[in-house]
Structure formats: C-alpha cells, structure tokens
C-alpha cells in the first residue's frame, strides 16, 4: 500500500504551545519521512525528516518522533508561534521507487497569538 | 540560480484547450518531478525524469498529458485537450540521485483554472 494517513485535518493551538501532527504508513519499503510545510501560493518546503533507524530527531523547535513498529511517525513543534500557521504535509519515500514521495492528506494549523 | 522556476505561475484556459507548462530545476539536480495538487489535499506524483529519460509515469497521468525534459535540463508538461477536472496546482521539484532526501525543492506550482 502506498497511503500515507495524517491527522487531525485541522489544528488549532495558542501562542507558546505544542502542535502535534500524526501519521501513519503501510509500506515497510518506505525508507524515509520528511515533513513539509506549505504556505498559501507556494510550493511545499522542507522542514525535518527521519530515517527510520532513528527514534526521534530534534532540529530547533521541530521534533519528528518515528515509531517503526508502529508505522507511525509524527511532527511536534514547541513553543508555536502566529507565523507558523500554515498546512503541514506529512510524506514518505523509498529509493527502489524512485524516491517519489507519498504525502498525506495534510493539517492546516492555526497558532492564535 | 536560487530554486526551481515555473512558467507561468497562472493559467486560466477554456475547456478543449492545450496548455503547456515550464519547470526549470536547480541547475546542479539531475532528477526532476511533476507532482499535481488539488485544493485541501497533499500533492500527488505524476511522472519523473533521471536527465533526460522519463523514468516512471503514474496512473493519474492520462493520454492526454505528456512531459518532456529534452536535454537533461527543463521540462515541459503538456495537457492536451483539458478538462475541468485538470483544474490543480501543478507542482515540479528537483533532486540529486537518491532522491527524496537530496536537495528535494519545490517550485511555486502553475495554477490550472479550466473554465
């Protein structure tokens, strides 16, 4: 199966709090998870990805936890902030497919100041 | 050469109408993709190009759609004929080999509106 599942759909979140963002995948062959970030007008922007020989990777304010037994992988930004509001787009990738990327349905965040 | 360039950024057509768009990548990318976006929903692969040679086509890519990368550099996708439902985003992105987590950019997408 090539899906990538996201949610929730749409998030709300104060000024200052954490934003978590979910997904889940089915193909094992899928050897690498980046997060996007989209503003309106613009193409998708990379934010973080994992590989799935690591549990979690910090960069800055943005955290991917990945749980590979699972098969589920997710996006925690701290300390939000107004002008992160924006749709956030989980994907997946392998190499053997040509490194085409599987996104998910995407999460349009809205950080309140 | 800051990103990857696409041309034009709308196009409003008539039903029955061809439209060609224009992708020019990172210069130093050797791999290149078409992906289509409909609103509220994450992009969806349509074909890439390793060079100049088309390496995978996806099933939303009908007869009536056609890509080229003539000489390893930009890209032209065409859709002949095109219908309301072409109405979308039209992203294009450009990698090094090995793809996904080598220099993956996106271009700001051509806006289809079909009328």
């Known amino acids: 199966q090539q899906q990538v599942k996201q949610s929730p759909q749409s998030l709300i979140v104060q000024k200052g709090g954490i934003s978590i963002i979910n997904c889940a995948y089915e193909?094992?062959?899928?050897?690498?998870f980046p997060w996007y970030q989209q503003f309106p007008g613009k193409g998708p922007a990379l934010l973080i990805a994992?590989?799935?020989?690591?549990s979690e990777k910090k960069e800055g304010r943005f955290t991917i936890s990945f749980n590979k037994s699972a098969k589920q992988f997710s996006l925690h930004i701290m300390d939000s902030q107004p002008g992160d509001s924006a749709t956030y787009f989980c994907a997946a990738s392998s190499e053997t497919s040509g490194s085409r990327l599987t996104f998910g349905e995407g999460t349009q965040l809205t950080v309140n100041p | 050469d800051t990103g990857v360039s696409q041309d034009p950024r709308h196009k409003i057509t008539k039903r029955g109408q061809n439209v060609t768009f224009r992708c020019d990548p990172i210069s130093e990318h050797n791999r290149l993709y078409w992906y289509r976006q409909t609103l509220g929903q994450g992009p969806e692969f349509l074909t890439y190009f390793q060079n100049e040679a088309q390496l995978e086509k996806s099933r939303l890519l009908s007869d009536r759609f056609s890509a080229e990368r003539p000489k390893g550099s930009f890209s032209t996708l065409e859709i002949q004929r095109t219908e309301q439902g072409d109405s979308a985003m039209y992203l294009c992105?450009?990698?090094?080999?090995?793809?996904?987590?080598?220099?993956?950019?996106f271009g700001s997408g051509t806006r289809l509106t079909v009328v």
């Open positions: 994992i590989r799935p020989d690591v």
């Open positions: 992105a450009s990698s090094f080999t090995g793809g996904a987590n080598y220099g993956y950019t």
């Open positions: 193909n094992t062959a899928f050897d690498y």
